[in-house]
C-alpha cells in the first residue's frame, strides 16, 4: 500500500479534502493509518494525519513523498475519523478544523513513557451491588435501562433527574453496566466542579485505574496521557468536558452528557460543534446507548423523545412530590393581597420569611442572583412577554430611550408594534441583571456568616449549619444536608433576555438551585421572585420540566426556530456577507434575515431552512466558503450553524 491519503492541517475550505502521497519505504511499517505526519504542501512544510493508505491513487500526476513521520503513535482512530468527518459537513466546516478539537497537541515524553502495571479489567470492586439495586429503582424504567446496558444493547434515553439526585452516582453505574456488558463510555459535563463529582462517584463505583478525565484544563502532558491511555484502550470510561465529545474509546457502548442545556457545551472554536450533537452522532453511527440527564429539559431532547429516536426515564408523581421542596411565587394573588410591593420588590416579605424560618432552624440559605452582562431586552409593559418582530418573530430592540423599535434578526422598524399575547402596545425595558452585593444581605441578617460563589470563586460544597450563600447561576455549592430555603431572585434578568433559549435558560437555573434544597417533608423552601402565571415558573412549581419542554418546542415549529429548523449565522463586513450570499447556492426553501448590526462594526445575516433541508444549506454555505478562499478573499465570514446565540 504505497499510497497515503493525507489530511493536511491547513484551515481553507478549497483544500477540505485528502491528498495522496507515497510512503517512502523506510516508513513503510510506520506510517500507519491514525498517525501524525508532515508533508510538503504548497511548498511549505505542514502537519496532517494519515487517514489511509492505498495501492494506487486516482491522481494523474507525479506524487510527492512524505516528509517524515512525527510519531509512529495512531493517535487517529477510524471511529473518531469517520465521525469528524461527519461533524464537519454538518457544521459546514473542515475536516482539518475538527481533528484539530479531536485529537491534543502530542506530548514526546509523555509517548515514551512505559505502560502502567497491569490494571483491574473486571467490572468493578466485588464490593459493589449490583447497579439495577442501586439509585435507578426510584425510576420506572431505570432498571430495564442498566439491563439493556448490561447485555449491550443500545438503549437511548432522556433522564429528567429528581430533586437531590445523586446524578453523579446515577452516571457512575450506568458507566459500570456498560463495561460489565464489555463496552466502553464517553460521558461528558460541563464544568471541572461537575467533573470532580464524577471522577469521585466512578472511583467508587469502578475502582482505581478504570477511566480517565479528559479536559482542555488538565495542562498538555496530563491531557495527553489520559488521551493515549484510551487510544490505547488502557481504560473502557473516559469522562470529561467537552474535550471528551472526541475521545477515542474502544467499543464504545454508551455516550453520556449531563445538563446538555449548559452553554458550555457549545465549542467556541470552529466549526463551532455541540457536545450534545456530537455525541448522539457517534451514537447514531457506531450503534451506542445514549443517556442525555439534566434536572431540566432542553427543546432539541424534548424533540428526541417526540419522534420516538430516545425513551424517557421519570420518577411517578408520587416519588416526585416527596422529593421536591415547597416552591411558592411571589406574584400570586395571596401574596399581593399580603405584600403589595411583592410584584415589584427585589427581595419580597416571602422571602424573607422563608429565609429567616431557614436560618431559625440552623439551616442555610441559597440566594441565586443572576450574573451580570446581559443584553438588555425589550418587553411588552402590560403582560411582560417579550416583543419580537412581526415579520421574522425575531426579538426587538431598542438603540436608545425615544428610539423606534427596530428586530436584532432582519433590522425592520415595529413602529405600529402590538403585543401578540395581549394587544399592548406599550414596550419597557426588561430588567438587566443589577449588582448586589453580599454586604447587603449580611447588614439584613447580623451575625449570620455570608459566603459568595461567583466568577472570583466557586465553592463546591457548604456546612449544612445556618448561613447565606450568595451565588450566581451555575455556581451553586452542595449544602450538607441540603438547604433550607432557596431564593430565586431577579427573575426578569433572566426571563427577558433578547435570546431564544431565555426562559429555558432560566428554568435550567431555577431547577438546578431547587435540587439543592431539602424536600418538603424536611422544611425545605424555594421562592421565585416571579408572577406564578409564567409558564417556566408553571414549570417550577410542578417540577415537571419535560411539559416545558414540549410547550417550547411547539412555540419553535410555529415561529421556525432551532430545533424545529435549522439555522445559520454569517458574521463579517458588510460587503464580504453579502458577496457570500451571492456565490451561495442556497436550498429553494431558504429565507435570509438581515442584515442587523454585530461586533466591532461587522454585520450579521441569518439563513433559515427546514430540517429537511439541513445538510443541503450545509454544503452550499461550504462551497460558497471554498470559492472565496481559493481566490484569496481578504475579508473572513464566520460561519455557524444552529448558533447558542441566534439573537
Known amino acids: 500500500m504505497p499510497v497515503a491519503r493525507v489530511c493536511v492541517d491547513v484551515p481553507l475550505a478549497h483544500l477540505d479534502r485528502p491528498f495522496d502521497y507515497l510512503v517512502p519505504a523506510e516508513l513503510a511499517d510506520q506510517a500507519r493509518p491514525g498517525t501524525r505526519i508532515r508533508v510538503r504542501f504548497a511548498g511549505q512544510l505542514v502537519d496532517g494525519w494519515l487517514l489511509d493508505r492505498a495501492e494506487l491513487s486516482a491522481h ?7 516528509e517524515r ?27 482539518a478544523d475538527v481533528l484539530r478539537l479531536a485529537i491534543p497537541p502530542r506530548h514526546a515524553r509523555v509517548e515514551r513513557e512505559p505502560a502502567p502495571a497491569a490494571e483491574q479489567t473486571g467490572p468493578g470492586p466485588s464490593s459493589a451491588a449490583p447497579a439495577e439495586e442501586e439509585g435507578w429503582r426510584t425510576y420506572p424504567a431505570g432498571p430495564g435501562f442498566l439491563r439493556a446496558l448490561a447485555e449491550g444493547r443500545a438503549p437511548r434515553a432522556v433522564w429528567s433527574a429528581l430533586p437531590g439526585e445523586d446524578w453523579a452516582a446515577r452516571f457512575a453505574e450506568a458507566a459500570e453496566a456498560t463495561v460489565r456488558g464489555g463496552r466502553g463510555v464517553v460521558a461528558v459535563v ?12 466512578l472511583t467508587g463505583r ?5 477511566h480517565v478525565a479528559l479536559s482542555a484544563a488538565l495542562g498538555p502532558a496530563r491531557r495527553y496521557r489520559a488521551f493515549l491511555a484510551a487510544s490505547r484502550g488502557r481504560v473502557p470510561v473516559v469522562i470529561g468536558t467537552r474535550a471528551a465529545m472526541f475521545a477515542p474509546v474502544v467499543d464504545l457502548g454508551l455516550v453520556a452528557i449531563w445538563d446538555d442545556g449548559d452553554d458550555l457545551h457549545a465549542e467556541p472554536r470552529a466549526p463551532y460543534p455541540h457536545a450534545r450533537e456530537v455525541l448522539l452522532t457517534r451514537a447514531q453511527l457506531g450503534d451506542a ?12 431532547s424534548r424533540l428526541l423523545v417526540e419522534t420516538g429516536w430516545a425513551r424517557e426515564i421519570t420518577a411517578d408523581r408520587s416519588t416526585l412530590r416527596a422529593r421536591t421542596p415547597r416552591i411558592t411565587p411571589t406574584g400570586d394573588d395571596p401574596q399581593l393581597a ?25 439551616a442555610p440559605v441559597l440566594v441565586q442572583v443572576p450574573r451580570r452582562g446581559y443584553l438588555p431586552a425589550v418587553a411588552c409593559a402590560q403582560c411582560r412577554a417579550p416583543a419580537r418582530c412581526p415579520h421574522c418573530s425575531g426579538p426587538l430592540a431598542l438603540r436608545s430611550a425615544s428610539a423606534v423599535p427596530a428586530c436584532r434578526w432582519c433590522a425592520r422598524v415595529a413602529a405600529g408594534y402590538a403585543c401578540g399575547q395581549c394587544g399592548g402596545r406599550r414596550l419597557r425595558a426588561a430588567v438587566v441583571g443589577a449588582r448586589r452585593t453580599a454586604e447587603e444581605l449580611g447588614r439584613a441578617f447580623p451575625g449570620v456568616p455570608v459566603r459568595t460563589s461567583g466568577r472570583e470563586e466557586v465553592l463546591r460544597a457548604v456546612p449544612g449549619d445556618a448561613g447565606l450563600v450568595i451565588a450566581t447561576p451555575g455556581a451553586e455549592p452542595v449544602a450538607e444536608g441540603g438547604y433550607g430555603a432557596v431564593l430565586l431572585l431577579d427573575s426578569w434578568a433572566l426571563l427577558t433576555r433578547a435570546d431564544l433559549r431565555s426562559a429555558e435558560e432560566a428554568l435550567r437555573r431555577w431547577l438546578a438551585a431547587a435540587a439543592l434544597a431539602r424536600p418538603g417533608s424536611a422544611g425545605g423552601r424555594v421562592v421565585v421572585v416571579a408572577d406564578g402565571s409564567l409558564a417556566p415558573v408553571q414549570a417550577l412549581l410542578r417540577w415537571d420540566p419535560g411539559w416545558f419542554a414540549g410547550r417550547e418546542l411547539a412555540e419553535r415549529r410555529e415561529l421556525g426556530f432551532p430545533p424545529a429548523a435549522r439555522m445559520a449565522s454569517l458574521t463579517g463586513v458588510a460587503a464580504a456577507v453579502a458577496e457570500f450570499l451571492d456565490e451561495a447556492r442556497l436550498p429553494p426553501a431558504a429565507e435570509v434575515l438581515g442584515p442587523v448590526p454585530a461586533a466591532d462594526g461587522q454585520e450579521r445575516m441569518l439563513v433559515r431552512v427546514p430540517r429537511s433541508q439541513a445538510a443541503a444549506l450545509a454544503e452550499a454555505l461550504h462551497e460558497a466558503a471554498a470559492l472565496r478562499t481559493a481566490r484569496k478573499a481578504g475579508q473572513p465570514v464566520r460561519i455557524q450553524v444552529d448558533p447558542q446565540d441566534i439573537f
Open 60 to 66: 494523474d500526476g507525479r506524487l510527492s513523498y512524505l
Open 190 to 201: 460541563a464544568d471541572a466542579r461537575d467533573l470532580d463529582r464524577l471522577d469521585a462517584a
Open 289 to 300: 446507548a445514549v443517556l442525555l440527564g439534566g434536572y431540566a429539559r432542553t427543546a432539541e
Open 206 to 210: 469502578l475502582g482505581t485505574g478504570r
Open 338 to 362: 399580603r405584600d403589595p410591593a411583592a410584584a415589584s420588590a427585589r427581595l419580597p416579605s416571602l422571602a424573607w420569611d422563608a429565609a429567616r424560618a431557614a436560618l431559625k432552624a440552623d
Open 69 to 95: 513521520l512525527v510519531s509512529p503513535e495512531p493517535v487517529l482512530t477510524p471511529e473518531v475519523a469517520r465521525l469528524a468527518r461527519v461533524v464537519a459537513d454538518r457544521y459546514a466546516g473542515n475536516l
